[in-house]
T-cell receptor, first 116, second 111 residues
Framework: ETGVTQSPTHLIKTRGQQVTLRCSSQ?????VSWYQQALGQGPQFIFQ???????GRGNFPPRFSGLQFPNYSSELNVNALELDDSALYLC???????????????FGPGTRLTVT | QKEVEQNSGPLSVPEGAIASLNCTYS??????FFWYRQYSGKSPELIMF????GDKEDGRFTAQLNKASQYVSLLIRDSQPSDSATYLC???????????FGGGTRVLVKP
C-alpha cells in the first residue's frame, strides 16, 4: 500500500509570490484534505476535495485555492504570499462513502513553507 | 471558547506508568473523534479513533468517549520513552467535512 506523498519537502518564497504544493493520496483513497500547521499549534483545516470538487472549507481567504485530479492527487495554491503563511502544510487522504461515519485521515510528510 | 481544547503540557510520566490525556470539544454535533501522535518535525500519525460512547482499546492505547460531557480521553499504558511526542485530539463533523484539531498535549516519558 502506497502512503500519502507530498512535494516539495521544503520551499522558500518571497512575500507577494505564488506557490503550488502537491499531494498524492494513499492508494484506495478518494478524498484529500489540506491543513496549515503553525509552529506549536494544531493543524488548521484549509479545505477538502472529493470527486474533483471542494467539499468543505475552513476559515481561509480565497487566495488559498486547490484542485483535485482524476487520479485523486491534489494541489494547494496560495497567491500573494504573506509572512504569516510560513507554516507546515499537510495533506491528508481518506476514503469517503461506503457508509462510513468517520473520516479517518492519514497525513503525508508535509511541506515546510518559509515566506521571507 | 476553542472548539477543541487540550492541556498543552508537558505531561511528565515515568517509564512504565500510565499517561492520561484529556480533550474537550464544544460542538455537540461532532460525530467522530481521533487521536494523533506527532513527533517533533514530523507529520501527525493516526493512533486511535472512536465513534461511540465508552472505551476502545488498541494495544497499549485506550480511547474513552463521553458525548454527554463532550469529553474524549486517551490512556497510554506502560509508557515508553518512544511515546514522548505531542498528542493531538481531533473532532470530525460531517457538516462541512471538517476535522478540527486541538493544540496538542506534549508528553515526556522519563526513563
Amino acid at each position: 500500500e502506497t502512503g500519502v506523498t507530498q512535494s516539495p519537502t521544503h520551499l522558500i518564497k518571497t512575500r507577494g509570490q505564488q506557490v503550488t504544493l502537491r499531494c498524492s493520496s494513499q492508494s484506495g483513497h478518494n478524498t484529500v484534505s489540506w491543513y496549515q500547521q503553525a509552529l506549536g499549534q494544531g493543524p488548521q483545516f484549509i479545505f477538502q476535495y472529493y470527486r474533483e470538487e471542494e467539499n468543505g472549507r475552513g476559515n481561509f481567504p480565497p487566495r488559498f485555492s486547490g484542485l483535485q485530479f482524476p487520479n485523486y492527487s491534489s494541489e494547494l495554491n496560495v497567491n500573494a504570499l504573506e509572512l504569516d503563511d510560513s507554516a507546515l502544510y499537510l495533506c491528508a487522504s481518506s476514503q469517503a462513502g461506503s457508509g462510513r461515519v468517520g473520516n479517518e485521515q492519514y497525513f503525508g510528510p508535509g511541506t515546510r513553507l518559509t515566506v521571507t | 471558547q476553542k472548539e477543541v481544547e487540550q492541556n498543552s503540557g508537558p505531561l511528565s510520566v515515568p517509564e512504565g506508568a500510565i499517561a492520561s490525556l484529556n480533550c474537550t470539544y464544544s460542538d455537540r454535533g461532532s460525530q467522530s473523534f481521533f487521536w494523533y501522535r506527532q513527533y517533533s518535525g514530523k507529520s501527525p500519525e493516526l493512533i486511535m479513533f472512536i465513534y461511540s460512547n465508552g472505551d476502545k482499546e488498541d494495544g497499549r492505547f485506550t480511547a474513552q468517549l463521553n458525548k454527554a460531557s463532550q469529553y474524549v480521553s486517551l490512556l497510554i499504558r506502560d509508557s515508553q520513552p518512544s511515546d514522548s511526542a505531542t498528542y493531538l485530539c481531533a473532532v470530525f463533523k460531517a457538516a462541512g467535512n471538517k476535522l478540527t484539531f486541538g493544540g496538542g498535549t506534549r508528553v515526556l516519558v522519563k526513563p
